[in-house]
């Protein structure tokens, strides 16, 4: 088990950056995927970027790519999720996410892989 807890999220004009960070604590961590999801009013949790367990491979999707870089730091057990060229869709709560299964050489993208959540942290994209 992770626990997770997201930061960094708040009102940001269009065309700005923000950075979200997520502090992870668990055994885990370290062997284990993980990923950024968001969800909008009224829509289903989506995908947005995963990094496998080493950092070394990335997974985004397609209306994030080149906008958004996901990175992780095993020694201070933190996730990060720089988000650049912000759009008003981009507007979101923004979650952090664990898989338990170790060593992944796939990188999950979807919401049923993934087992631990954070509280979600709110991003708010103004035009």
């Known amino acids: 088990q992770v626990q997770l807890v997201e930061s960094g999220g708040g009102l940001v004009q269009a065309g700005g950056s923000r950075r979200l960070s997520c502090a992870a604590s668990?055994?885990?961590?370290?062997?284990?995927?993980m990923g950024w999801f968001r969800q909008a009013p009224g829509k289903e949790r989506e995908f947005v970027a995963a990094?496998?367990?080493?950092?070394?491979?990335?997974s985004y999707a397609d209306s994030v790519k080149g906008r958004f870089t996901i990175s992780r730091d095993n020694a201070k057990n933190t996730v990060s999720l720089q988000m650049n060229s912000l759009k008003p869709e981009d507007t979101a709560v923004y979650y952090c996410?664990?898989?338990?299964?170790?060593?992944?050489?796939?990188?999950?993208?979807?919401?049923?892989?993934?087992?631990?959540w954070g509280q979600g942290t709110q991003v708010t994209v103004s035009s």
């Open positions: 996410a664990a898989d338990r299964t170790s060593y992944r050489t796939v990188i999950p993208t979807t919401v049923g892989v993934y087992d631990d």
């Open positions: 668990g055994r885990t961590f370290r062997s284990n995927a």
């Open positions: 990094v496998n367990w080493s950092g070394s491979k990335t």
